[in-house]
């Protein structure tokens, strides 16, 4: 009977809770587990195909994870195709997903890329065109008044698919959800919107979001990302809004760039296209991320971002600026490693592609950063414009302790400095001491230039930038040695 107490006393003091599990296969219905189960149960995807037509809706605490070979999709298979004229063209597709954005966030070769269902042979992504009669080899027309899609190659020995479903998982109001070790692709995610949406209290680890529309993931407040490889998603591939966000050890790469394919997906990266983009956040946190080839910024926050740190990241070869702070306020951007961002020159004669751009932001401090032949080095912008938080001006920027690398840069760009993007006059207010905007103790390896900076609208050398009062203290002549090493990051 002592033994038996004693038993019973443990029982009663140290209960085990473990949350229920159940496997769900290939074809079988997510949501109808899901109704199934309490809050909190994981839900293991078996292997193979889990096409989601309608997107599944969790309970607190959900769980939902895969095994090899797992893959989530939002795609339709294509069959009973028709051929007519050199084409084939299926019927009965009556999707048709939100292309509401404005004019101007395509270029002008790519009318349809607000369209959000894409198309693919074999997981090579298609280019859309906007008129039957311009279809040929490798694109697609998507006639939405007659619920048709014609394609210019033959797709009879191919597996072809169209993304119909905006996301797998909707919000719902859980909480504390984790979604992991999935592979998630061809969701047709409406322009400024993510394939997986991450909402209060979410996890996404470890997971590999490819081949997705408008984003990979989207983020909102207590949403954490980490160890996620974010991919080949058009428009963007990482995005978000809200507080206490965390951006994780990921691997965030060819944002708006066709699957299978070097070709853009066709926006326009000076209205909104890249790696990421970041909108209204307060203490937003990047960190230990490694972001590359990217047809558009590398990490950028534009309007309304607060009390921001993007640090420990590794940003290589994106098309316009490695890390892009923007009309916001308050942001520590330091020991990241930048290299060869900008180079395209896409933009011509826009001075701010390069390494790190701080554009009508005020309370912004620059430190620790290593760049090496960008574009440009550190760039400010002036730029007079509002937001919900107020004017937007370049107040009290703080660049310093950084190493600069040019030496590879052509003297006609290579910049560092201060421009004001309205009139880039000496008598704008970012220039004048009350501003506070000043560079101290970087260390610059400059190439043949010799003009490498630029203030109060005129291009300066080495000697007649430090008459500014700026790096009296720096240093200009790191000598001839070896390239700095780089800070390289695994994210799994």
Request: with cysteine.
């Amino acid at each position: 009977m002592k033994h038996l107490a004693l038993l019973l006393m443990f029982v009663v003091a140290a209960p085990v809770s473990v949350s229920a599990q159940v496997t769900i296969p290939a074809g079988d219905s997510i949501q109808d587990a899901v109704n199934l189960n309490p809050a909190g149960t994981t839900y293991i995807l078996g292997t193979g195909y889990h096409r989601i037509t309608t997107g599944v809706t969790l309970k607190n605490d959900d769980i939902v994870e895969g095994v090899m070979g797992t893959i989530v999709s939002g795609a339709r298979v294509l069959t009973g195709w028709t051929a007519l004229d050199g084409r084939w063209y299926v019927t009965g597709q009556t999707q048709q997903g939100t292309a509401d954005i404005p004019a101007g966030s395509c270029l002008p070769a790519y009318p349809r890329c607000n369209n959000p269902e894409d198309l693919f042979f074999d997981n090579i992504q298609k280019y859309h065109e906007d008129a039957l009669a311009d279809v040929g080899p490798g694109e697609y027309f998507f006639d939405y008044a007659a619920d048709r899609i014609y394609v210019g190659d033959d797709p009879t020995s191919a597996t072809v698919e169209t993304s119909v479903t905006p996301r797998p998982f909707l919000h719902g109001g859980a909480t504390g959800v984790t979604i992991r070790y999935l592979t998630i692709e061809k969701f047709a995610a409406p322009t400024g919107d993510g394939a997986l949406g991450l909402w209060s209290g979410w996890l996404a680890f470890q997971n590999t979001i490819r081949w997705n529309h408008g984003g990979g993931i989207y983020q909102v407040t207590l949403s954490t990302a980490t160890q996620n490889v974010v991919t080949y998603n058009c428009g963007m591939s990482m995005m978000g809004a809200g507080s206490g966000i965390l951006v994780f050890q990921n691997e965030i790469s060819y944002g708006n760039v066709m699957a299978g394919s070097a070709q853009t997906c066709g926006y326009d990266v000076l209205w909104g296209a890249g790696c990421s983009k970041w909108v209204s956040t307060q203490d937003l946190i990047v960190r230990g991320n490694y972001v590359h080839d990217c047809y558009g910024p590398g990490i950028w926050a534009d309007i309304d971002n607060e009390d921001g740190l993007i640090e420990d990241n590794v940003v290589s070869f994106c098309r316009r600026s490695g890390i892009f702070w923007e009309l916001s306020f308050a942001a520590v951007i330091r020991n990241n490693t930048l290299t060869q961002n900008g180079l395209d020159t896409i933009y011509g004669f826009y001075p701010t592609n390069g390494g790190i751009e701080v554009t009508a932001a005020a309370n912004v401090e620059v430190y620790g950063n290593l760049l090496y032949d960008n574009y440009n080095g550190i760039m400010v912008m002036d730029d007079d414009r509002n937001g919900a938080m107020g004017e937007f001006n370049s107040v009290n920027v703080y660049i310093h302790n950084n190493l600069i690398d040019q030496r590879n840069i052509p003297g006609t760009s290579g910049y560092n400095g201060l421009m004001d993007f309205e009139d880039n006059t000496p008598t704008g207010p970012a220039f004048q001491p009350m501003a506070n905007n000043r560079w101290a103790n970087n260390t610059y390896c400059l190439g043949a230039g010799p003009l490498f900076f630029s203030w109060e609208g005129e291009d300066l050398t080495a000697v007649e930038w430090r008459a500014q009062g700026q790096d009296t203290a720096g240093n200009f002549a790191c000598g001839v040695g070896p390239p700095v090493r780089l800070r390289l990051i695994s994210v799994r």
